[in-house]
């Protein structure tokens, strides 16, 4: 059995989430819109039309569930910044929405709870989207100055930082799939969107920098293992260009300051415009990649497809979410990650939506006991292999609002109860609490 001591001593365990997701008062202490509140008050863009305005209402219960970290004994909490909380109109300070964050941070601190810092997990204030949103270049601008607002705020205590969440999602799910905010279904605005977010990334990074001297600061991306879904030579070409889509194309201008050739060819190939400049901004030098890992994707040629793949589904058991549940895919990637990127990795997020219930006052969730343990070991694996790994961030906390999914999917090692806000420690809570004093 696997335990915390086989783990590096400075190994930090902690969990994580997102603030639209879980702090509701949307409507509080001058908050402002953001694009995530708009688009889910469209009718038929959620499941049930559900909307993040009260979600775990963490924004008046922090105290409660800062307190049930500590009772796990958990290391680290990765929460991020809700910018329309801070700067209702993407600019100008509101008070009230700091002193919240000044907070939270001081009685993380006090637990002995360290803090990591998102600054975008999609909440973009809906005043800047009507200035053009991440199509609009000058987008690079308003979050360099509330970047910098952030570290001068919370640098003195707050020492890790990431300053984007998945762009792949935000550009991809919300400018060409249309599933997220805001909607729009336009490749070519998807590839307009990654640039501008790698851009605002790059800015934050040079300001941390005059900021906070003695912190860290990284990106987030998804990381997908690509694998072909049948054994035609063809699949496996385009499983390794998906592979270069979904992933190289978020990491390699951060590192090399360039996208991947063949992709940009691919693109141009197609008539799409791929924008090529501030590379010098965006490759400005990072601290550690941050690893969200769930499944592995099946990709097999589809010569219909304007691209030439599509998705096929898998045989391996699947979660809730219909992901199929793939450790080795993180050792893995882990693994390729450090071979072409050499930087040290955290795991900002893994974890498993389930159907739970309460039974006499407990929820049984043991499949994602066995999830963890399993995604535990191939980090051992990976970290005996040699790969920086520094620590691992459940996702998440607690069940909240799953973006698209509303409320339908639970993800929490604390069960929420809606209707009365009671937290519930799942047994997952009660086998990690043990397992980190092992
Ligand atoms: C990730 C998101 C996170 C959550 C999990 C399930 O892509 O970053 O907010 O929705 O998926």
Redesign the pocket.
Known sequence: MIRRSDFPKNFCFGTAT?SY?IEGAADEDGRGPSIWDVFSHMPGKTFNDETGDIACDHYHRYKEDVQIMKDIGLDAYRFSISWPRVMPDGKSINQKGIDFYNRLVDELLEAGITPFVTLY??DLPYALHEKGGWLNPDIAMYFRAYATFMFDELGDRVKHWITL??PW?SSFLGYFMGEHAPGHQNLQEALITTHNLLRAHGYAVQSFREEVKDGEVGLTN?VMKIEPGDSRPESFFVASLVDKIVNAWFHDPVIFGSYPEEVVKTYSEKGLQVPLDDFSIISNPIDFFGV?Y?TRTLVVYDENDPLGFSYAQGDLPKTD?GWEIYPQGLFDMLVNLKERYRLPLYIT?N?I?GPDKVENGRVSDTYRIEYLEKHFEKVLEAIEAGVDVRGYFI??LMDNF??AHGYSKR?GIVYIDYNTQKRILKDSAMWLKEFLRS
């Open positions: 997102a997701q997990h999609w969440n998945e999602c998804v969200n769930y979410m997020e974890g939506a996702w998440s799953e973006w993800f």
